[in-house]
């Protein structure tokens, strides 16, 4: 327990840091807005770039790493979509999109990476990136087609596809894992200079997000949005990373490594992409933002109780 609060400790401060130094006025909402704007824009794509496209990937590895984690990420998503329609009626089809999301998606870029590397070390970067690799382009194009067919009733089947391209290519996060894919099969490599570029950028990732978390809490009001925020919070934190625990230990057997990342990744508070889309949409925007704090607030708990339970994996 004592090494699990030694790993969360640390990154709850910085964001209790970028909470208090917003509370006070030094950061503004605009700054706020700027600080996630260049991390998702510079810092994460730079840091996720170099990290797939530098990955070694096995000669052979099972696909149960993959389907042990979205299996049960976009099955959570469905669930969490048809229980809120039932408990909170009356909505826009949109809304529920938005609540199914942020009960699946998770805060991959600022807590997920930061909190597993520091937790089971370099070793744990071979499951985390692999599943990233893929992580925004399936669960965003499930996300955008469903928010598109909700928003747009005179949308055509064969109107999608380039609708959600046009979607992507809006996401550098979501650019920069493509890339990086796709670099990592031509073998070559970064040149030393390129190398030291990215790492350097991509240093300032996970700092410069978790400070932005804290501000963003700072400026979000609960309002009538506790309820949905309560509800999607147990989908995300409590149903969603037990599914894939034991998807990945019962079904396909993953080793307890791998086993432990996927679980930590699911267990996640909420990803700001939920607020993103939100606003994008001009949907539920007060839920997701509801969402994106509640189950950050309540993450400091499950994930030290998750983090408890993969001990005898942490670094001491």
């Not at 995300?236 to 396909?252: G, H, N």
Request: aromatic fraction near 12%.
């Amino acid at each position: 327990m004592l090494i699990a609060l030694s790993i969360v400790t640390p990154v709850i401060a910085v964001i209790m840091l970028g909470y208090g130094v917003a509370r006070r006025g030094v950061f503004s909402e605009d700054n706020i807005v700027t600080l996630n704007r260049f991390v998702f824009s510079l810092a994460a794509p730079a840091l996720l770039f170099s990290n797939v496209a530098l990955t070694e990937f096995p000669e052979t590895l099972s696909i149960g790493l993959w389907l042990s984690y979205y299996g049960p990420m976009l099955a959570i998503m469905a669930i969490s979509f048809a229980t809120t329609r039932f408990i909170f009626p009356g909505r826009a089809a949109s809304e529920y999109v938005l609540l199914g999301f942020s009960a699946c998606f998770s805060n991959t870029v600022m807590l997920g990476i930061p909190i597993i590397l520091t937790a089971f070390g370099p070793a744990a970067g071979l499951p985390l990136f692999l599943v990233l690799a893929f992580h925004g382009l399936l669960v965003f194009a499930a996300a955008l087609t469903c928010l598109e067919a909700a928003t747009d009733e005179n949308m055509r089947l064969r109107d999608l596809p380039s609708k959600l391209v046009f979607a992507m290519r809006e996401q550098a996060v979501v650019m920069a894992l493509a890339a990086g894919i796709v670099w990592n099969f031509t073998g070559f490599g970064l040149a030393a200079p390129v190398d030291l570029f990215l790492e350097i950028l991509g240093a300032a990732a996970i700092p410069v997000a978790l400070v932005a978390v804290g501000g963003r809490l700072a400026f979000i009001a609960l309002g009538d949005s506790l309820a949905p925020a309560l509800v999607t919070s147990t989908f995300k934190l409590l149903l969603l990373p037990l599914a894939v625990y034991a998807t990945a230990q019962y079904i396909f057997g993953l080793e307890p490594l791998f086993v432990a990342t996927l679980t930590l990744l699911s267990a996640m508070p909420t990803g700001v992409f939920a607020a993103v889309f939100a606003a994008q949409y001009q949907t539920g925007e007060a839920d997701a933002a509801g969402a994106i704090m509640v189950s950050c607030v309540l993450s400091a708990l499950t994930i030290s109780g998750w983090l408890t339970f993969f001990s005898p994996l942490l670094q001491a």
